[in-house]
């Protein structure tokens, strides 16, 4: 199965092109791609091509990379339809929140109505 470490590293080896990913957005430092358990009609991750923890993390070593974070989303939403009817946003932090990989990824939610602030 997959180890902490696997996990961690996913999506390095996503941006490697060593594992398969429905890429929608390949910038100099920005992946968006679909996500493989998607929770809304549209689920697209927008990752860094440099690894920090969490958002937090970002945004403190390198702030401009995550305002292209939250612009790469728009535009992904805008191709896919989505920016007039609604999307959401949302960066997933330590246990109690449910991060799984521990590499920031931006969640672009939409597509459907999404219910309360936790879905
Ligand atoms: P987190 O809970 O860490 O914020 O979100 C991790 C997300 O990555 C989950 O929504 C999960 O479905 C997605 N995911 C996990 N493994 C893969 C994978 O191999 N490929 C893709 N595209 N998404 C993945």
């Known amino acids: ?3 902490d470490s696997d996990l961690d590293s ?7 092109g ?9 910038s100099e430092r920005v ?6 358990n ?16 969490n958002a937090a993390e970002l945004a403190t070593a390198e702030p401009d990379l ?3 974070l939250v612009r790469v989303a728009g535009e ?3 191709r896919e339809g989505i920016a007039e009817s609604g999307y959401r946003l949302l960066f997933n932090t330590n246990e109690d929140a449910g ?7 931006l969640h672009l939610l939409g597509g459907e109505p999404l219910g309360g602030l936790t879905g």
């Open 38 to 53: 998607p929770q809304a009609p549209t689920h697209v991750l927008v990752v860094p091509k440099t690894r920090y923890r």
């Open 99 to 105: 991060q799984t990989i521990f590499h920031v990824h």
């Open 66 to 68: 995550l305002a292209e």
């Open 18 to 26: 060593e594992i398969p990913a429905d890429v929608v957005h390949d």
């Open 10 to 16: 996913l999506f390095l080896r996503i941006i490697a």
């Open 31 to 36: 992946l968006a791609i679909r996500d493989i």
């Open 1 to 3: 199965g997959m180890t």
């Open 76 to 78: 992904v939403a805008e």
